[in-house]
Each structure stands twice: as C-alpha cells, then as structure tokens.
C-alpha cells in the first residue's frame, strides 16, 4: 500500500532537506593552523608620525655613537670595562630579514641598534653583542634581534626572527643548552624597548606587561628565552623595569629633549634569599657621543676617533 503524504508535511520534509544540505554545503571548517596563524599575527598599529627634527637627525648619513663607562656585574663582582651603544637608519628585507643592499619600496625602514660591553674576569675577556632591527614606524615588534658572548671558555649565539611567531635559534657550548630551535609568541621585547625609547618615549608601555628580558641577561645567566612578568614605570627621563620571578630591575636614564639620548643604565639582580641573599648593580655612565659614518672610518688614520670617544 502506498502512504500519500499530506501536503503540509511534505513541504516541512523539503525544507528540512533544503537546510541541512545547504548548510553541509555551505559550511567552511577552519583548520588549527589556521586558528594559530590568526591568533599568533600582529595587529597592526597606527604608525608614528616622524618629525623634521628626527628627519635631519637619523637619515643624514650617519650613526650616532655613544661610549659609556661599564660596571658589570658578573661571578659575583663588578668588573670595570666599557660599552658601546650604536644607533642607524637602514633599509631591511622584509622576507630575508637582512639589511637592504639597495632602495626598494617594498623594504622596511628600521632603527638599527647595536649594543657592546667589554670587560675583563680575572684573566680572561668578555665581549658581548645585541643587535635589535626595528622598525621607524614604531608600530610594531622589532623584526630581528641577535646577541652572542664571547670569552676564553667559548661562544653563545642566540637569534630571533619575527615571523608568525618570534622564531628563536640557539647556539652555546654550554651542557644541555647545545643548539636549539623553538617559538615564543609574540609579545614586548626588552631589547626593542630601548629603540622604541629613541622614536618617541611617550609611546613605551607602562603597567603589568609580559616581557621577554634581554637576550644577554637570557645567555649570562641560563634562561630560558621566555615572556616573563614585568612592572613597566615611567618618568620624563627614566625608564624602568622590575621582573619579580626574576629578580631583576633595569633602569634606563634618558635626554627628555630630542632626540632623547641614552645617559646610562642600572641593573640590579638579586641572588639567592634570606640572609644568603646577594645584590649587585650593573652600571652604564655616558662618556661620550658623536655622529659618524663609521664604515668609511676604517684606516689607521681614523685611530684618533676612539679617543674622541675615550675608548682605549
């Protein structure tokens, strides 16, 4: 026998059957990569707006180079040496995340930021190296970061590329630290903190901030190249940050006048707790800055530019 199906429910069945194929149809399934890809982009900022005076100062041809007495804190002393802090205006690749040999509108222009300290242990030399690229725009984290430390027992390197992720790459002598590669999401860097200082100090970030601490104090002292939780202060010439699981504060001194110089720094780490509890300062005192196209400073000739610098 053959059931005839009312007329009202034969269209309640079709509409069904429209719904769900429609929607079976219809329907775009996003993919855990893709979720990680959304969550783990930058969002974009509005892009700082660069005065004349920044103009004239940073894209005239040369660097700015400043030389700064060093008291550095390491095995428990302080030692006496030197540091070096060296600011240019370079066009980068975007995609090799290397300086551009020649212009290109599609390149990125950065900030360069280079950092030396030099100092001595007993009988044998220190000389560590941070370079942070980041970008004039201000508007963004910085796209790579290098540091390496060299002494007589051996080297370290450690370099970050800002892709989807910081994209770390670690290299050391060090037991258990061997060659590693892994990522860190994308959040505040200490290093690109002092360039953004140097663009415009108004725009640091201040309060509870999670924050990757420098790749040297990173490599001294065996951590983990992680966010960590950091209180963000500022005043109209200092720049401070305290890592409570860390132990640690650093103090940026700077020029509340264009083009807001870097007049020295302290970091104090505490070691240890209770009555065994150690605290040392690191110190940076400015000597001396001068404006130089230093890569045509070369010959034997130019020796005398490191006593204008009082570097010996």
Same mark, same amino acid.
């Given at each position: 026998m053959i059931r005839i199906i009312k007329p009202k429910l034969l269209l309640i069945l %079709? /509409?069904?059957? %429209?719904?769900v194929t429609s929607c079976k149809d219809n329907t775009t399934t996003t993919s855990e990569n893709d979720i990680a890809t959304v969550s783990k982009a930058e969002e974009p900022q509005p892009k700082t707006k660069l005065s004349d005076d920044f103009k004239n100062y940073w894209y005239n041809g040369e660097a700015e180079i400043?030389?700064?007495?060093? @008291?550095?804190?390491?095995?428990? @002393?302080?030692?006496?040496?030197?540091?070096?802090?060296?600011?240019? /205006?370079?066009?980068?690749?975007?995609? @090799?995340?290397?300086?551009?040999?020649?212009?290109?509108? /599609?390149?990125?222009p950065i900030l360069k930021f280079n950092a030396t300290k030099n100092f001595n /242990?007993? %009988?044998?030399?220190?000389? %560590?190296m941070e370079s942070t690229f980041y970008p004039v725009a201000n508007n963004q984290h910085a796209l790579k970061i290098t540091a390496s430390v060299q002494e007589w027992c051996g080297q370290v390197y450690t370099q970050v590329n800002n892709r989807n992720q910081f994209e770390v790459r670690s290299h050391s002598y060090f037991q258990g630290e061997a060659d590693e590669t892994f990522n860190v999401e994308k959040t505040w860097t200490e290093n690109e903190l002092w360039t953004k200082l140097r663009i415009d100090p108004q725009s640091l970030p201040v309060g509870d901030l999670q924050i990757v601490p420098s790749l040297e104090f990173s490599r001294l002292h065996h951590k983990k190249l992680k966010a960590h939780n950091a209180l963000a202060s500022k005043t109209n010439d200092s720049y401070t940050l305290h890592y409570e699981d860390l132990n640690r504060t650093l103090k940026i001194n700077f020029s509340p006048n264009f083009p807001f110089e870097i007049l020295g720094w302290e970091e104090t780490i505490v070691n240890g707790v209770g009555t065994n509890a150690e605290t040392l300062t690191s110190k940076a005192s400015k000597l001396k800055s001068i404006k130089s196209d230093y890569w045509n400073k070369k010959s034997n000739a130019d020796l005398k530019l490191r006593d204008s610098l009082k570097l010996h």
């Open positions: %079709i /509409t069904l059957f %429209i719904y400043t030389s700064y007495k060093l @008291e550095q804190a390491r095995y428990g @002393e302080i030692r006496e040496g030197q540091a070096v802090l060296v600011f240019v /205006t370079e066009d980068f690749l975007p995609k @090799e995340q290397v300086k551009a040999n020649n212009y290109d509108e /599609t390149n990125t /242990t007993g %009988i044998y030399p220190y000389s %560590i």
